[in-house]
């Protein structure tokens, strides 16, 4: 079984500023998918970026990014210019491979981002 | 538009009832979920269902049932038998693509608030 672990309960941060959020996870499984998701205050699940294990680019989405290290089974999200809009929970998510497309969640992170 | 909706958004039922929250696709996605969240925590699966008339358990599946007859139909009921029902359900589907599951993200509901009183 897959664990994801999101050690960062709370954070904040200034509007403009950058951001980076922690996720770890840990399995046995060499092919698989890792995502984020953010959760708003209207508790819309939205799909912020997408991972491919197989991939050693980092998968960048607008003002969103993450660094991945597969040896370190290390998945971080990197927001940049922080706007209100991204106050929300975030959630990290690992999916295996060829698995009926199943998530496995981290507890979340809740980011306020501050005017 | 495509998407998925679960009604109703907030739901009050009495203990010992059993309530059906309703989830609906029109996606055309091979799988759907049901997932439990309690404030601030993660989600947890509740039930999963891969095709049409086939469903498997989650990790929390004690006190609920669902059923899936038609492809974008996946009613998640919860029974009498949970313990601690109150929380926020939510529901999601995934695609299947080329007959593989190639790690398509899983599109999520609005959400039913449950309180049980």
């Known amino acids: 079984a897959q664990t994801v672990t999101q050690s960062q309960p709370e954070m904040s941060v200034q509007e403009a500023e950058t951001v980076t959020l922690s996720c770890t996870y840990d399995?046995?499984?060499?092919?698989?998918?890792l995502f984020w998701y953010k959760q708003p205050p209207s508790r819309q699940m939205i799909l912020v970026i997408r991972?491919?294990?197989?991939?050693?680019q980092n998968a960048t989405e607008n003002r969103f990014s993450v660094n991945f290290q597969k040896a370190a089974k290390s998945f971080s999200l990197k927001i940049s210019d922080s706007q209100l809009g991204d106050t929300a929970m975030y959630f990290c998510?690992?999916?295996?491979?060829?698995?009926?497309?199943?998530?496995?969640f981290g507890g979340g992170t809740r980011l306020m981002v501050k005017p | 538009d495509g998407g998925i909706t679960q009604s109703p958004k907030y739901l009050f039922r009495k203990e010992g009832q059993n309530v059906t929250l309703s989830c609906e696709q029109n996606?055309?996605?091979?799988?759907m979920y049901w997932y439990r969240q309690d404030p601030g925590q993660g989600l947890r699966l509740i039930y999963y269902?891969?095709?049409?008339?086939?469903?498997q358990k989650g990790d929390i599946a004690e006190g609920y049932s669902v059923s899936r007859e038609k492809k974008e139909s996946f009613p998640l009921t919860v029974t009498s038998a949970q313990k601690n029902p109150t929380a926020f359900y939510l529901c999601?589907?995934?695609?299947?693509?080329?007959?593989?599951?190639?790690?398509?993200?899983?599109?999520f509901g609005p959400g039913t608030r449950l309180t049980v009183t």
């Open positions: 996606l055309n996605h091979d799988a």
């Open positions: 399995t046995s499984e060499s092919n698989y998918y």
């Open positions: 991972q491919e294990a197989y991939k050693q």
């Open positions: 999601a589907s995934s695609r299947r693509t080329s007959g593989r599951w190639g790690g398509d993200e899983q599109y």
């Open positions: 269902s891969q095709i049409v008339n086939d469903f």
């Open positions: 998510a690992f999916m295996p491979n060829n698995a009926g497309n199943m998530l496995t």
